[in-house]
């Protein structure tokens, strides 16, 4: 079963900048998973912020960037503000119509 | 403006049955595959199942397999989640998904979002 792994929780001080990844239990991530990224802040339903690996979503400030990283998708959030303070998810396709998500990343700013 | 609102949910025996509903406006219905995504307490997102805009292609995750069915009226906008043999780990927060094409396919990606309705298995 194909896991896809992401840090549980991550911290960043006001201004800074932070890589979250998404990897697979098994094998590497690369831009044939189309890897997307959502935010979804308590109580709230998820936001999309970048898709098909780097493309921001309408209205994603460009401090919010998408990337592979060796053999990880990579969520780079530079000059972190107050309100990224919440959880963010990967998404891989697997093909098929299958998508797994991450387990998700806790991002803590302080 | 897309609008997309989930009913049906509610508090269910192990091994009993419920109809999940999301209508949607504010888009032409039928041109995009739809999804559901679930979120159990305190936990991640799952994706659940997907469906083509024709309802020709359905998806699932093998957590739902055989369990779940996936359907949608194009003439009424509106999206279907037929839940049975449930059990305690089906409760979560169910969301429907609106895709960004008529497929699931690589370059897909889920768009916007309703805000969920709340299923709980338990006697």
């Known amino acids: 079963q194909t896991v896809v792994t992401q840090e549980p929780s991550f911290s960043v001080s006001p201004g800074g900048t932070v890589t979250l990844t998404c990897g697979l239990s098994s094998g590497s991530v690369s831009t044939s998973y189309y890897p997307s990224w959502y935010q979804q802040t308590p109580g709230q339903a998820p936001r999309t912020l970048i898709y098909?690996?780097?493309t921001r979503s309408s209205g994603v400030p460009n401090r919010f960037s998408g990337s592979i990283l060796g053999n990880k998708a990579a969520l780079t959030i530079t000059g972190a503000q107050a309100d990224d303070e919440c959880d963010y998810y990967c998404v891989l396709y697997m093909g098929s119509g299958i998508w797994v998500f991450g387990g998700g990343t806790k991002l803590t700013v302080l | 403006e897309v609008q997309l609102l989930e009913s049906g949910g509610g508090l269910v025996q192990p091994g009993g049955s419920l109809r999940l509903s999301c209508a949607a406006s504010g888009f032409t219905f039928s041109s995009y595959a739809m999804s559901w995504v679930r979120q159990a307490p305190g936990k991640g997102l799952e994706w659940v199942s997907s469906i083509s805009g024709s309802g020709s292609n359905t998806y699932y995750a093998d957590s739902v397999k055989g369990r779940f069915t996936i359907s949608r009226d194009n003439a009424k906008n509106t999206l279907y989640l037929q839940m049975s043999s449930l059990r305690a780990e089906d409760t979560a927060l169910y969301y429907c998904a609106k895709d960004v094409d008529p497929v699931p396919r690589g370059p897909s990606y889920f768009d916007y979002w309703g805000q969920g309705t709340l299923v709980t298995v338990s006697s």
């Open positions: 098909s690996t780097n």
